[in-house]
């Protein structure tokens, strides 16, 4: 049963060497929520940590932590625009916390959830609603709570897989999911993301490097005309910088 006595919850700001272009918007720094779930009941184990739980589980492990991006331009536009790049942010961090301080109180209250899965969902529309509140849209997008979500998801996810002993990966998937898992890859392509202000040079750069897949962002700011006609410009300038690359990874 997923179980734990205290948790704590800290921010990191990770800036860009250059504005994030995407989605007709941009940003200058990447935020990462960090949620640590303790199991242990004493307070030499649980340095400085919040005030929710429940009832103790494994004393001997002292915190599983989960880290989650916030991606408030990709989950919510609306809220992206209304906020400054910061304002946004607090919003999906402070319903980072919330999340788990949810999960805390039905715990507390004698709930049990055998997986995961299981938490996350009961919290989802509690959680949700709150979204709505803090951040004054009655039609938030769901995809900004479960981004929200993300960094107690993985602690959950580490504290289930230590307190069942599992050993892998493989082992944590539970058995009703196991059949979207058949397949093993044995190779991996790294593919750099083309932003719409990424200098040419080091475009070419990567090309030289070795790179043979590119995620070119589309989508630039102004009216579907406007957007449309730098989209358009800017294909066609890579175009004409990578037309005569060659590489041995693809047939043409």
Request: glycine share 8%.
């Amino acid at each position: 049963m997923i179980d734990f006595q205290r948790y704590d919850f800290d921010i990191r700001r990770e800036p860009f060497v250059r504005p994030f272009h995407f989605k007709g918007g941009s940003f200058n720094e990447k935020w990462i929520n960090i949620t640590a779930l303790f199991p242990g009941e004493r307070e030499e184990d649980c340095p400085a940590v919040g005030k929710t739980g429940s009832k103790v589980a494994d004393p001997s492990a002292l915190r599983h932590t989960g880290i989650g991006g916030n991606a408030v331009l990709w989950s919510d536009p609306a809220v992206f625009a209304a906020h400054s790049e910061t304002g946004g942010n607090l919003l999906m961090s402070l319903m980072a916390e919330r999340a788990v301080q949810l999960l805390g109180a039905r715990l507390r209250e004698g709930e049990e959830f055998p997986h995961p899965i299981d938490a996350i969902q009961s919290i989802v529309p509690e959680l949700h609603r709150f979204g709505c509140a803090v951040s004054g849209r009655a039609d938030l997008r769901p995809t900004f709570t479960l981004n929200a979500a993300v960094s107690l998801d993985l602690a959950l996810w580490k504290l289930y897989a230590a307190q069942e002993g599992l050993g892998s990966f493989a082992d944590s998937i539970p058995r009703a999911y196991t059949g979207a898992f058949p397949a093993r890859q044995h190779f991996v392509a790294r593919v750099p993301l083309v932003t719409y202000n990424l200098p040419e040079q080091e475009l070419l750069d990567l090309v030289d490097q070795g790179h043979f897949l590119l995620k070119i962002k589309v989508g630039q700011a102004g009216s579907q005309s406007q957007m449309l006609e730098k989209d358009l410009t800017r294909l066609e300038r890579i175009h004409r910088l990578l037309k005569d690359r060659r590489t041995d990874q693809t047939e043409n």
